[in-house]
Each structure stands twice: as structure tokens, then as C-alpha cells.
């Protein structure tokens, strides 16, 4: 079993910045694939950046150049550093951790971007 626990969120305006966590436990000596995903009211779950265990990272267009996804160093500690955020990045944020083709989410964020 794998835990993940995230931290982080709340309201920003617009053009400020946030900085999201999230540690995934329960697997000694594994190193997971990870990422931050994000649900609009509306709308469907959506990918915003990964980071393999060998810290290869990809990024939504609409995160690319503004989000920084980064782990600790061989540690499953991995943060989501969000600048310039727009109204649009409003939504619940939640963590996600793949180990042995299985899922594990974290308990979800809210990120709120308004003046």
C-alpha cells in the first residue's frame, strides 16, 4: 500500500505564486513515478506535470513555463512551484504516485486565483 499526503493551496491573486507538496510513503527503497493533476468545477481530472523516478519531467502547455515540477533528491518528496497563476488554474490539485501499474492520489488541494 502507498500513501500519499500533499500540503499547500489556498487563495492567491492573480500573478502571485504557490507552492504545492506532496510525499509518497509505504514502499521501502522505491522511487515512484509522480505528478500533479487538477480538477476545474465542470470539469474532467487533468494532467499538469509528471517526474519520473529518473526525473524527467513533462508539463501541460498551459503549465509549461509557468509551473516547476522537482523532487528531493532520490526521495519521494516531489513539490509543485506555480508562479504567475492565472484565474484559470483555479481548481482542486491533487498528487499522484504510480507504483506497480497501480494509482494512488493524494486527499486533493484547493488553488484559488482571484482578485
Known amino acids: 500500500q502507498v500513501q500519499v499526503a500533499q500540503s499547500g493551496g489556498g487563495l492567491v491573486q492573480p500573478g502571485g505564486s504557490l507552492r504545492l507538496a506532496c510525499v509518497a510513503s509505504?514502499?521501502?527503497?522505491?522511487?515512484?513515478?509522480m505528478g500533479w493533476y487538477r480538477q476545474a468545477p465542470g470539469k474532467e481530472r487533468e494532467v499538469v506535470a509528471t517526474?519520473?523516478?529518473?526525473?524527467?519531467?513533462t508539463y501541460t502547455d498551459s503549465a509549461r513555463g509557468r509551473f516547476t515540477i522537482s523532487r528531493e533528491k532520490a526521495g519521494n518528496a516531489v513539490y509543485l512551484q506555480m508562479n504567475n497563476l492565472k484565474p484559470e488554474d483555479t481548481a482542486v490539485y491533487y498528487c499522484?504516485?504510480?507504483?506497480?501499474?497501480?494509482?494512488?492520489w493524494g486527499q486533493g488541494t484547493q488553488v484559488t486565483v482571484s482578485s
Open positions: 517526474i519520473t523516478a529518473s526525473d524527467m519531467t
Open positions: 509505504g514502499r521501502r527503497f522505491s522511487v515512484y513515478d
Open positions: 499522484n504516485a504510480k507504483y506497480s501499474g497501480d494509482d494512488y
